[in-house]
């Protein structure tokens, strides 16, 4: 025999059994003790193993329905406090990338507003609003595509206004790209500006810091602040 293939319902069941028929075997040996005859004895025996049958099998069945419903409400239960976990980091998550937006919305904004106070009294409003549209496309690190160059007819924006232009346009989302060099606004420049379409990449970069005493644009390391000066 090989009782390695017993399992422990098996044991309970066989002492179940034995327990019953013990207790069925005493009933007996009872009746026989009280004088009553061996066919009574015999019937009350079979009758006691029957009862304890029943009853075992109405308290199993009890049993595992208690414990199911019980498995059910504690499932249920772990189900609605995981629900309610992935509920609370989702709304953190949506609430972080909200807010991430909103920042970036804002950068966006600031610096169109810089734009405009910077180079709108010498280009068109049409122009304007395609360099402003050009600047979200540099803060979003999206490609350029069949996009058409700014046109600035007015002679008084020179290229180093320009060059002055594009690095603080790299420094105010410096913080907020992933690509941080500043070969991307040298690149961003020669695109934009057809002034500046023929002039050499590294010349562009040589001269984006350049000191011009006629520039109308200068270096400005936080535009926000820059801002908030001229309104004063």
Same mark, same amino acid.
């Given at each position: 025999m090989d009782f390695s293939k017993i399992s422990e319902h098996h044991i309970l069941y066989i002492i179940t059994a034995i327990a019953g028929f013990v207790i069925a075997v005493a009933v007996r040996f009872f009746c026989i003790s009280s004088?009553?005859?061996?066919?009574? &004895?015999?019937?009350?025996?079979?009758t006691? #193993?029957?009862?304890?049958i029943v009853l075992y099998l109405v #308290?199993?069945?009890?049993?595992?329905?208690?414990?199911?419903?019980?498995?059910?409400?504690?499932?249920?239960?772990?189900? &609605?406090?995981n629900t309610c976990a992935e509920n609370i980091a989702s709304s953190e998550e949506s609430v972080h990338d909200r807010i991430v937006r909103e920042?970036?919305?804002?950068?966006?904004?600031?610096?169109?507003?810089?734009?405009q106070k910077a180079l709108g009294r010498y280009i068109p409003a049409g122009e304007l609003q395609k360099l402003n549209s050009y600047v979200e496309l540099? &803060?979003?690190?999206?490609?350029?595509?069949n996009i058409e160059p700014v046109q600035i007819p007015s002679r008084q924006?020179?290229?180093?206004d320009l060059y002055h232009y594009g690095w603080n346009l790299w420094n105010h989302f410096k913080g907020r790209r992933q690509d941080q060099r500043q070969e991307c606004v040298?690149?961003?420049?020669?695109?934009?500006?057809t002034n500046l379409s023929e002039v050499e990449f590294s010349t562009i970069k040589e001269k984006l810091t350049i000191f011009d005493v006629k520039?109308?644009?200068?270096?400005?390391?936080?535009?926000p602040d820059y801002l908030r000066f001229l309104k004063e």
């Open positions: 004088g009553y005859d061996a066919g009574t &004895a015999n019937l009350v025996f079979v006691t #193993l029957g009862i304890e #308290l199993m069945k009890t049993i595992i329905n208690q414990v199911g419903k019980f498995m059910i409400r504690r499932k249920e239960k772990k189900n &609605a406090k920042r970036f919305e804002q950068s966006v904004t600031i610096f169109c507003e810089y734009t540099f &803060a979003r690190e999206q490609t350029f595509e924006i020179s290229n180093n040298v690149s961003w420049l020669k695109t934009v500006f520039s109308k644009l200068t270096i400005q390391k936080n535009i």
